[in-house]
């Protein structure tokens, strides 16, 4: 099976998405003259060329895309081929309209933009299928061509009646017959049982709440959907280049995608990442993406898309300070990447992204946006031989599912202040100030190499992945769950009592009397340290051990947080620092320590494979410790027991 480090040989892939086509012939030889300074060594070709390929029905028009191919190659530039098929021509919808996705009210969704196509449509499907074969067989043996990149962040739901059709037969394949499907979605409630598999329909439009079970199988429809488009286009070009590695991008925790499902089927596992240069947890986000995506891979990942500067899709559009995309790309280097590459190479002219920013911005080749890229591309590849290949890896993981988190995401739950990714990025997020190097899991992967496994917020779970779970603790693992976790089954069925029954023996809970959800800005005293957004009524067991206690209130006296043995159960969000405190005082129970002791605040330090990455987040100058003698790879300086770091300053160290 190919894989990254056939693409990469050793060096770190560098460069970006490349859209020629909205450039006349004469700048693309500016492009790899400038290319060439920056140390570009890989870019992305033909993301949104299909209507530049095949202008009209059943026409190829490949002579530019031959041009720039063996110019790319003569100039040392090798070329991440994608097909074209997230933008379909204006021609597709216009003469075939069925290829048009429909919103849940059953409008259109026309051309015009981008993603405008049905996931389900088969004359979409044929149409893609066919511009893919042509270009596999033209470039499949091109010597420019290390990789193919299929479509391009696939998000695309379609509520049509094609998309009806292919959902019904989604459904039939997964509960056979209507009792089941019946019984699955709890149609008994409001009188929606289904006599025929044709009243069955996507999750439109309702005039109340929708069925939680309707909309739960429909995002999984969804993204089965997108998926089998990704892989026809996947098996056509691994037919015609079978030694070279196929991604398609993710963003990060995109609800419309099961990453695990489809990390599963990629050569590469890929992302797009643009923190908010003005967010101060930016850096800490970063870090959750690409923890999530390095777990995913099972090692070394493509950062396919990051900014060089300011985006153009917030509301206020900030740059990035001096310095900042260096320490940002370098710390995804640190986290797993063997790619740093971004959206994209020039900066648009026209067109809906032209406030997007490029490598080389609207100020051109002096500007200092590219004169950052030079720097960057000179330190990756210095380090690129020391570093591509090798693993990050943490002695904690943090559970994450999309099931888990499409099911509790429903409209008529106890509070929609509840948000499973800000659950999962407070938690991260108190790992990550405590220095714990992490990885993710899907609650049903084997644990067993983990000391500590943490549950942010599982609200469904599988009977194997509670068995799972159990199995970890009987072990010998540490686990430690959060609020509204194992409520329900897989079929959003709420299990009796409100919890697992295994879970609340584990956890030592008698009874889960009720939730208390809290108002926004509401907290509640836990014996030193406040709980935030949700409070819980619990009654605990005799051999269970009140570890905090609500104080005041209703829920006076009674347990925040409870253990049992290795098993603990926080219900309650706890402010940043208590939270924070609590993981550490868990993770040091199991033996786990930072990477360096002592790190100074806005410091994080990172060990992949024998290198350790120092990178200061911080404005200010800080000193480090890091006992012993090392080399720095990046200015070629030995290192004595201290580091100072400037502003965004970096260190990669060999021992």
């Known amino acids: 099976m190919p894989h990254l480090g056939d693409a990469t040989r050793g060096r770190i892939l560098f460069g970006g998405d490349y859209n020629p086509e909205q450039w006349p012939e004469e700048t693309w030889h500016e492009d790899v003259r400038l290319m060439r300074e920056a140390g570009v060594n890989s870019v992305t070709l033909g993301v949104f060329s299909w209507s530049r390929l095949e202008p009209e029905p059943g026409a190829r028009e490949f002579g530019w895309l031959d041009t720039l191919m063996d110019l790319l190659h003569a100039n040392g530039v090798g070329v991440v081929l994608a097909t074209p098929t997230s933008a379909p021509p204006p021609w597709l919808g216009r003469l075939h309209p069925d290829t048009l996705p429909r919103d849940e009210n059953g409008g259109v969704e026309w051309w015009g933009g981008r993603q405008h196509f049905s996931h389900s449509s088969a004359t979409y499907r044929r149409h893609a299928a066919a511009i893919t074969e042509d270009l596999a067989a033209r470039y499949g043996g091109h010597p420019a061509l290390t990789m193919w990149h299929i479509n391009n962040e696939y998000c695309t739901a379609d509520h049509g009646d094609e998309a009806a059709a292919a959902f019904r037969r989604w459904l039939r394949a997964r509960y056979g017959t209507l009792d089941a499907l019946n019984t699955a979605w709890g149609t008994a409630f409001w009188s929606q049982g289904y006599d025929s598999w044709d009243a069955v329909l996507p999750a439109r439009r309702t005039h109340y709440l929708k069925n939680p079970g309707q909309v739960l199988d429909f995002r999984r429809f969804t993204s089965d959907m997108l998926l089998e488009c990704c892989l026809a286009e996947r098996d056509i070009v691994a037919r015609h280049t079978p030694h070279l590695p196929v991604t398609t991008n993710f963003m990060p925790l995109f609800s419309g995608q099961d990453a695990w499902r489809w990390a599963e089927e990629e050569d590469v596992v890929s992302v797009d990442l643009y923190p ?244 926004p800005g509401e907290s509640v005293e836990c014996g030193g340290f406040r709980g935030t957004l949700w409070s819980e009524e619990l009654e605990k067991t005799g051999d269970a051990s009140t570890e905090a206690a609500y104080k005041g209130g209703e829920l006076d006296g009674l347990p925040a947080v409870l253990r049992t043995g290795r098993a603990w159960y926080v219900s309650t969000l706890p402010e940043p620092g208590a939270l924070r405190d609590l993981l550490t005082r868990v993770a040091a129970g199991t033996g786990i320590r930072p990477v360096l002791d002592g790190l100074p605040d806005r410091v994080e330090a990172v060990r992949r494979g024998d290198l350790l990455f120092v990178l200061n987040h911080g404005r200010e100058p800080v000193t480090v410790e890091v006992p012993g003698a090392h080399h720095d790879l990046l200015t070629g300086t030995a290192v004595e027991d201290a580091l100072t770091l400037g502003r965004y300053g970096a260190a990669v160290l060999r021992p």
Not at 373 to 387: C, H, P, R, S
Not at 434 to 450: I, K, Q, V
């Open 276 to 519: 908010d240069p003005r967010d101060p947890f930016g850096a800490q986000n970063g870090a959750l993406v690409q923890d999530m995506t390095r777990s995913q891979a099972r090692g070394p990942w493509m950062l396919m898309e990051q900014a060089a500067g300011p985006v153009n899709w917030r509301g206020v559009n900030h740059p990035k300070p001096r310095g900042l995309n260096r320490l940002w790309s370098l710390q995804a280097v640190a986290r797993g990447a063997d790619a740093v590459c971004y959206f994209q190479w020039r900066q648009s002219r026209q067109g809906a992204e032209k406030f997007h920013s490029g490598m080389v911005s609207h100020a051109g080749e002096h500007g200092r946006t590219f004169q950052e890229v030079k720097q960057l591309g000179a330190e990756l590849a210095a380090i690129g031989g020391a570093v591509t290949g090798t693993h990050t890896a943490g002695d904690i993981a943090v559970l994450h599912d999309w099931h888990s988190w499409w099911a509790g995401s429903q409209e008529g739950r106890p509070s929609t202040e509840v948000d499973h990714p800000e659950i999962l990025r407070s938690w991260h997020r108190a790992l990550w100030e405590a220095h714990l190097a992490t990885d993710f899991a899907h609650p049903e992967h084997d644990l067993s190499a983990y000391r500590l496994v943490v549950v942010p917020q599982l609200y469904a779970l599988t009977d194997t992945a509670v068995e799972n779970l159990l199995g970890y603790v009987r072990g010998g693992g540490t686990l430690v769950a959060g609020f509204l976790t194992g409520v329900a089954d897989e079929d959003d069925r709420v299990r009796p009592g409100g919890m697992d029954a295994r879970l609340r023996e584990l956890f030592g809970i008698r009874v889960l009397h009720e939730w208390w959800p809290l108002d």
